[in-house]
Every structure is written in C-alpha cells, then in structure tokens.
C-alpha cells in the first residue's frame, strides 16, 4: 500500500517585480510505501521543504497531485492532515505552558479521546525521556529537550504518516541515537515515516529506501542495497601471501591488491577462497558508500 503518492507535482515561488518565478519542484513523482522509514536527501536548496510544504498542506502545487493514504491532500485537506505528523526543522515551542499541557492540547487538537490522552501522554514521555520533564514550561527546555517535546507532539496521536525534517539537527550524540531508536520502533509499530537528513551515515542506518533530489528534480530512488549496486565497481578486492602463484582468468593486480570482477557475491567467495584456500591474507567486497554516490549525482 502507498502512504505517499506524488505524480507530476510542480510548484514555483514568485520573486520580485522583473524577476522570473522561481521553481522549487519541476515535475516531481514519487511513491512512499505503508511501513518503510523513505529518507529524503539532497543539498541545500533542491527541494525538500518545498516537498514538505506541499504533503502537510501548508502550501499548494501549482500542478500534479498528493495523496497521503489515498487521501488528496487538496481536496480532503483536514482528513489528509489528522493522519500525518511533522516534526520541522526549526524549534518551535510554546513557552506558556508546561510539557504536559503542551501534548494535552495537541493530542485534543488531533482528535484524542479525552479518557485516553493522559495515558497516551505519559508513554510519550517515557519513550522521549521526557517524564521528569512534564510539569517545567517549555520555554525552560534546552534546545534538545525542546527538540524531544516537538518529536512528542507529532507522534502523540499515532499518525499513519510520520515527516521527520531533520530531526537530529543539533542534537549530541546520545540523543540521536534515542531518536533513531524510537524511529525504528514506529516503523515496526507501522508508522510510515518521511526522514530528511544531512547526516548520510543517517540515512544508511535507518532508510529502507531513498529518494536523491536536486535543483527540483528527483535524480535517484530506490533501496540503498540497489543504488550501491549501481554504483559499485563490482569486483572483490584480496591480498595475498605469496603473490607470485599462478591466478584465476580475470583477476587483476593493483599495488598489493588483486582485484576479481564480482558477478554473484557468495559463488564468487566461494570459487576464490578454494583457488587461493590458505594462501589469502585478506578479501572483502566494498559497497560504495552514500556518501560518495551523493557527491556523484549532485555535482554540478
């Protein structure tokens, strides 16, 4: 089941007087899958928030079509809303109320029944290390606590659609992880979410599948596993003790390497560690890193 569908979506801002619109997403197609953690990456300025404005229904493609779990985001705008939660880039807080009554009116704001939103709010707060928390008001937060209390009212209501737009920006370490942690646990749970990042080791770590945007276009989308193997240079690389014995067809030598063209991973294993046998100092198989793609497709 699709959680996200975009087809030919465009959108372009106007700029001042004399000055041509300038367009944010040129005819933008992509599908989210129900239950998969879609990493959405791409420099600055390619066209991501765009993206994101549009699915949350904050701004209106000029043309093309959304829908978020069928629903069409321009005509069932509200409906398409309740079922999705946002976490944005910026902090946002609301520095009157304390935690608890923070996550009390946006778990009543999306449709939380009351007899329910007390104990929905204290597994939020356990989940998010919030608990001790609960009663200081928000504006007394630090600024990962604050980032914890925005990831709290986008899940408080259980959304089918989860857009985390990066969410670890700023954070240390410890907190990342508890993030990663407990966006894994939604998307076991069934939680489809949309993860933008510029954290690429990220984006390796938690994405199921990946969409690679650029200047407004969609340039790469698929697994990780299928984009490496596009990318890779397909050959198993090994060292050997004694490099003067005879080799198999096709291997090539390079400084202290050897280097084997890869066709089936564990058959060619196979076939090179009974030829060499006890004779191999070392062999691995290197998948490109995300990293090195990224730079590939985005270059200018």
Known sequence: ??????????????????????????????????????????????????LISLISGIAVPDQGSIEVFGLDVSHKSLAAKLVQGIVPQEIVAE????????????????????AERNARIDAVLHDLSLTDK???????LSGGMKRRLMIAKAIIHKPKLLILDEPTAGVDVALRQKIWDLVRRLRDDGTTIL??????????????????????????????????QEFSKNTITFELFDRSV?????????????????????LDMRTLTEFYQ????????????LERIFLELTKD
């Open 246 to 266: 005879a080799h198999l067809p096709g291997v090539t030598e390079e400084g202290n390497e050897f280097h084997f063209p890869m066709k089936d991973l564990a």
């Open 195 to 228: 993860f933008t990042t510029h954290y690429l080791e990220e984006a390796e770590q938690l994405c199921d599948r990946i969409t690679l945007i650029n200047h407004g276009h969609i340039i790469k989308d698929g697994s990780l596993k299928d984009i490496q």
């Open 95 to 114: 520095p009157a109320f304390t935690v608890r009554e923070v996550l009390y009116y946006f778990s009543g704001m999306y449709g939380v029944p009351a």
């Open 134 to 140: 609960a009663d200081e008001r928000a504006r007394g």
């Open 1 to 50: 089941m699709q959680a996200l569908s975009m087809s030919h979506v465009s959108k372009s801002f106007s700029q001042r007087k004399g000055v041509p619109a300038f367009k944010a997403l040129d005819d933008v197609s992509l599908s989210v899958q129900a239950g998969q953690i879609h990493g959405l990456l791409g420099p600055n300025g390619a066209g991501k928030s765009t």
């Open 278 to 289: 006890t004779n191999i100092k070392s062999i691995r198989s290197e998948s490109v890193s």
